[in-house]
């Protein structure tokens, strides 16, 4: 497993497991079988609605506290700062720890200012290891860098080989802020898996496609949160730290690039409609488990 260091200096694995759309009831064995492979990343949110089942995990995992890095996020109707407070303590409960090692803001709506800074305070006293934002666009990373004494730890964000998004990368590293790639698939769109190109490049090196999508964002410098909930994806994923793409596979793939959100675009009215009423009607999100 390679690490990567954040800007306050703790290391996060580059690799980690996510849980977006993963029942409660099947969470807990899914988030086991993801220990059993070898993650010890696993990311989360108070919207996801299965903060307890890893929580019971987590608990029955044995695997000791300090060895594990355990993300959730703060969704839009917990914006503000008494409410991410509120929202902090409930999801620490649900989670059955003492302290996070990251919580995020999970959309760039609502009172996130008055979020950020409950967020900076429980930094303070040591109760998150770091924190940070999602699907910040540059103008809202750069305007939290500008007026808050802490950055942004990390920023995750929509990233896979139709939307790289490699300008915005640049403004991350300018500011150090860690990208981590959710749904880093893309949730088979596009025919992903079938790509030509991506199936060649996996071919050379007798991977497959998801492991060569996976080990292009790491070579990028980039964090990637995978999921699935079955246990041979969980292995095939893992084992992507074997092999190293050359820089003419990684500018080959470099083409694939369509320059727009293919998942989630918070400038779009219909997504933002979309995101507002997702807690109270977790249908109308268009994103479906793929792999």
Same mark, same amino acid.
């Not at 620490?92 to 302290?99: A, M, R």
């Given at each position: 497993?390679?690490?990567?260091?954040?800007?306050?200096?703790?290391?996060?694995?580059?690799?980690?497991?996510?849980?977006?759309?993963?029942?409660?009831?099947?969470?807990?064995?899914?988030?086991?079988?993801?220990?059993?492979?070898?993650?010890?990343?696993?990311?989360?949110?108070?919207?996801?609605?299965?903060?307890?089942?890893?929580?019971?995990?987590?608990?029955?995992?044995?695997?000791?506290?300090?060895? #594990?890095?355990?993300?959730?996020?703060?969704?839009?109707?917990?914006?503000?700062?008494?409410?991410?407070?509120?929202?902090?303590? =409930?999801? #620490?409960?649900? *989670?059955?720890?003492?302290?996070?090692?990251?919580? #995020?803001?999970?959309?760039?709506?609502?009172?996130?200012?008055?979020?950020?800074?409950?967020?900076?305070?429980?930094?303070?006293?040591?109760?998150?290891?770091?924190?940070?934002?999602?699907?910040?666009?540059?103008?809202?990373?750069?305007?939290?860098?500008?007026?808050?004494?802490?950055?942004?730890?990390?920023?995750?964000?929509? *990233?896979?080989?139709?939307?790289?998004? @490699?300008?915005?990368?640049?403004?991350?590293?300018?500011?150090?802020?860690?990208?981590?790639?959710?749904?880093?698939?893309?949730?088979?769109?596009?025919?992903?898996?079938?790509?030509?190109? #991506?199936? @060649?490049?996996?071919?050379?090196?007798?991977?497959?496609?998801?492991?060569?999508?996976?080990?292009?964002?790491?070579?990028?410098?980039?964090?990637?949160?995978?999921?699935?909930?079955?246990?041979?994806?969980?292995? =095939?994923?893992?084992?992507?730290?074997?092999?190293?793409?050359?820089? /003419?596979?990684?500018?080959?793939?470099?083409? *694939?690039?369509?320059?727009?959100?293919?998942?989630?675009?918070?400038?779009?009215?219909?997504?933002?409609?979309? *995101?507002?009423?997702?807690?109270? /009607?977790?249908?109308?999100?268009?994103?479906?488990?793929?792999?």
């Amino acid at each position: 497993m390679i690490n990567l260091q954040l800007n306050n200096g703790i290391e996060m694995p580059a690799l980690g497991f996510g849980v977006f759309q993963i029942s409660e009831n099947e969470c807990q064995r899914v988030v086991e079988d993801a220990f059993s492979t070898g993650y010890r990343l696993i990311d989360t949110a108070s919207s996801y609605k299965n903060e307890k089942a890893v929580g019971c995990a987590i608990k029955n995992s044995c695997i000791k506290r300090e060895e #594990l890095f355990i993300t959730t996020k703060a969704f839009i109707q917990q914006m503000g700062y008494e409410e991410t407070k509120t929202a902090f303590e =409930e999801s #620490l409960k649900n *989670l059955g720890l003492d302290y996070l090692d990251l919580y #995020l803001i999970h959309m760039p709506f609502g009172d996130y200012y008055g979020s950020y800074r409950a967020m900076e305070e429980l930094y303070k006293k040591g109760r998150i290891r770091a924190i940070g934002v999602c699907n910040f666009l540059p103008d809202r990373i750069m305007d939290l860098c500008y007026n808050f004494e802490i950055k942004p730890a990390v920023n995750q964000i929509e *990233l896979h080989p139709f939307y790289q998004r @490699e300008n915005e990368l640049e403004l991350l590293r300018k500011f150090d802020i860690q990208p981590q790639a959710w749904a880093p698939f893309a949730e088979g769109m596009n025919g992903m898996f079938k790509n030509e190109l #991506l199936t @060649e490049i996996a071919q050379n090196h007798n991977k497959t496609v998801a492991q060569v999508v996976l080990r292009w964002n790491i070579q990028r410098g980039v964090a990637v949160i995978p999921k699935s909930v079955h246990k041979e994806r969980m292995i =095939e994923n893992f084992d992507i730290f074997d092999f190293e793409l050359t820089q /003419n596979e990684m500018d080959k793939i470099s083409v *694939l690039d369509l320059k727009k959100p293919q998942m989630l675009d918070t400038l779009v009215p219909s997504e933002v409609d979309r *995101l507002y009423n997702y807690l109270n /009607n977790p249908v109308l999100t268009s994103l479906k488990e793929t792999k």
